[in-house]
């Protein structure tokens, strides 16, 4: 006699998206997996990280060795921003521990997708200890009155 | 030591010693210490690794050599568990329980996890508190009466969650000392709190100057291995160390 439940049309559905969404992810860290610096462009590419709150949306990106004065942020397309910032010194690979690689780094960038509509405008830039903050306020949305 | 994770002695191993574990997580916390702990005290050397199919196909290379990404190193008074990769959800119990397997045979007097608990607005905070939790309430006395807090409700979540439950059923000394920091970037500042707050406790002390003044230069070269980690510690739930917990009495 066979042991197996049924399952319902709705576990079928669930699985399905759940199975759709693991996919999904592994394309994506497929698609992400590169270097974390770029040898032709001397350019590193750092950490960062982004909290979307009721009002905005905050980016922070962490940048050792950055000169605040040289940090750039350009709004690109549509919720995109490009950020570059100089780093007080050049740093080689052998410096980093690695041996078999020529070249140097002297700048970080990076470009991040903001995932909800945020005014680029009206966005504010604070720097502290190596860690950029960018505040983004979010742009007002359509809201369904509750009857 | 279970089958799947074998753990190769290389030389003697101390009996009676302190062991610590320096594993990726929040603010590479752990593995910065235990580094910086490996660099200042000279007479550390590995003593055992790890070989196991459930390890990623990788070594790590130091001049030339291959090594495991999972590394005992000791001295007469401290043996030191340190990862040099990130450990996958699927693989931290059995990881976990055959280093305690085989800490409890070499008669460890106590386990001490060095690890991270993350805040927000990280930045701002000029003293970095640090925390811990124990796997008895004699330990947890003793800890209290050397002037580092308790976290007394909460989730703690990868391998030291492990560590301290499995030492708690298998009734040994075990803590896990957690210093607050950044949760997605590398934090040395973290990781001298750590050493301090361990140094209080144990009196294993290191100086940690260097890696104060070598901090951004840590934060750097850290920052591949944070990426990795990162992505498993979104794989573990590690935000469920921000949850408000419901405790049922």
Known sequence: ?147 | MTEEVEIIEKKQVPSDAVMLFGFPDVGLVGVIAASHLISETKDLEEVAYIDSKLLPPLAVLHEGLPYSPIRIFGNKNVLLAISETPISTETIYPIMNALIEWGRNKKAKTMISLTGIPIQERQDVQELKVFAAASNTELLKSVQDKNVEILKEGYIVGPQAIMLRRCAQLDLPALVLLAQCYFNYPDPEAAAEVLNGLARITGIKVDVSQLLEKGEEIRLKARDVMKRTQQELSKMKKTQEYDIPLYIT
């Open chain 1, 1 to 147: 006699m066979s042991t197996k439940r049924k399952r319902s049309f709705s576990d079928i559905v669930d699985e399905y998206f759940e199975n759709i969404e693991e996919m999904m992810e592994q394309m994506q860290a497929m698609l992400t997996e590169k270097p974390s610096w770029n040898q032709k462009a001397c350019t590193i590419e750092p950490l960062r990280d982004i909290v979307v709150t009721p009002t905005e949306v905050i980016v922070t990106v962490d940048l050792p060795y950055a000169e605040e004065k040289t940090v750039k942020i350009k709004p690109l397309e549509k919720n995109v921003l490009e950020i570059r910032a100089k780093m007080k010194k050049k740093v080689k690979f052998n410096e980093l521990g690695i041996t078999h690689r020529k070249g140097e780094f002297q700048e970080f960038h990076c470009q991040t997708r903001i995932p909800v509509p945020v005014h680029t405008k009206k966005m504010k830039i604070l720097f502290k200890k190596g860690i950029l903050k960018i505040c983004l306020p979010r742009k007002e949305e359509f809201t369904i009155p509750i009857e």
